[in-house]
């Protein structure tokens, strides 16, 4: 079992910063993506970006230029640094991490965080 735990969400105005923290621990044999999704109210869930083990990025969109994310394999640990942020990012974030776990053998798992809220005020 992996869990993931998230911090570094809260309350900012429109242009400011924040910095998103996930953390995975149990029984990790390996990480393979770990990734940051947002989900706004009335909204679907969406991919905001994502990172492999080797460091292959991939971002939304809407966020290209301003988010940043990164990773400390040694730690476990994903990161978000959100720059320049607008009251349309106002969102539940979401980490997801996916890999193999040493439960009764090497098994793939797939976990998410509880999520940490993120408001940007205008």
């Known amino acids: 079992q992996v869990q993931l735990v998230e911090s570094g969400g809260g309350l900012v105005q429109a242009g400011g910063s924040l910095r998103l923290s996930c953390a995975a621990s149990g029984s990790i044999f390996s990480i393979n993506a770990m990734g940051w999704y947002r989900q706004a109210p009335g909204k679907q869930r969406e991919l905001v970006a994502a990172i492999t083990s080797g460091g292959s990025t991939n971002y939304a969109d809407s966020v290209k230029g301003r988010f940043t994310i990164s990773r400390d394999n040694a730690k476990n640990t994903v990161y978000l640094q959100m720059n320049s942020l607008k009251p349309e990012d106002t969102a539940v974030y979401y980490c997801?991490?996916?890999?193999?776990?040493?439960?009764?053998?090497?098994?793939?798992?797939?976990?998410w965080g509880q999520g940490t809220q993120v408001t940007v005020s205008s």
């Open positions: 997801n991490a996916d890999g193999l776990t040493v439960v009764a053998g090497i098994t793939d798992f797939g976990s």
